[in-house]
Each structure stands twice: as structure tokens, then as C-alpha cells.
């Protein structure tokens, strides 16, 4: 399982985004990231504004909540969530990797 750091009201994920894919899904995990396939083109931020969307309604927070820490123009994201607590996020991350 990906390592999810809880920083005071906040917690903050590694994601590694496959763009153009058939669907929008938690495909695995490489290494210390979550693998991530969306199907928005990596054109003009549209891939991370996707990325986004997945996780705020993967996790049920509103858009505003969820933020690129760092890899904006990167495969390679860290994913920070405003407003749930570390083991929350990995029991949902484990129950989406598991579909």
C-alpha cells in the first residue's frame, strides 16, 4: 500500500497518472505511488484538473479540498486532501484498489 502522510488537517498521497486511458480508475500501485488512469489528454492541465475531480469524489470531499501539492505538469503527483484524516483515505484507497 502507497504511504499516506497526515500533515495537521491534511493528508498527502503519491499518484502516478496514466492520461488517455479507456476509463477513469485506481489501476495499482508503482512503487510508492498510486497508479491512476484517466481518460482526459495531458493538454493544457486537463489531466490534473481530472485528477482532482477522481479523488474529490473518490474520497466524497468537495473540489476545493483536494490540491496538487507538487507535479502539476508531471505524471508523477503528490495529492494533498484538506478535511479527512489519514486512515480514512487509505481505507478508501485500499477498497478502490481492490475493485
Known amino acids: 500500500m502507497i504511504s499516506v502522510q497526515q ?3 491534511s493528508v498527502t498521497f503519491s499518484v502516478r497518472v496514466h492520461p488517455r486511458a479507456h476509463r477513469e480508475r485506481v489501476a495499482g500501485v ?3 505511488a498510486l497508479k491512476l488512469e484517466i481518460t482526459a489528454p495531458p493538454v493544457e492541465g486537463r489531466a ?3 485528477c482532482i475531480e477522481f479523488f474529490a469524489q473518490l474520497l466524497k470531499v468537495p473540489r476545493s ?3 496538487i501539492a507538487a507535479g502539476n ?3 508523477n503527483k503528490v495529492i494533498q486532501v484538506a478535511g479527512v484524516g489519514a486512515a480514512r483515505v487509505k481505507q478508501t484507497l485500499t477498497a ?3 475493485k
Open 48 to 50: 490534473s484538473q481530472a
Open 30 to 32: 508503482l512503487g510508492n
Open 7 to 9: 500533515q495537521g488537517d
Open 65 to 67: 479540498s483536494v490540491t
Open 73 to 75: 505538469n508531471s505524471r
Open 96 to 98: 478502490a484498489l481492490k
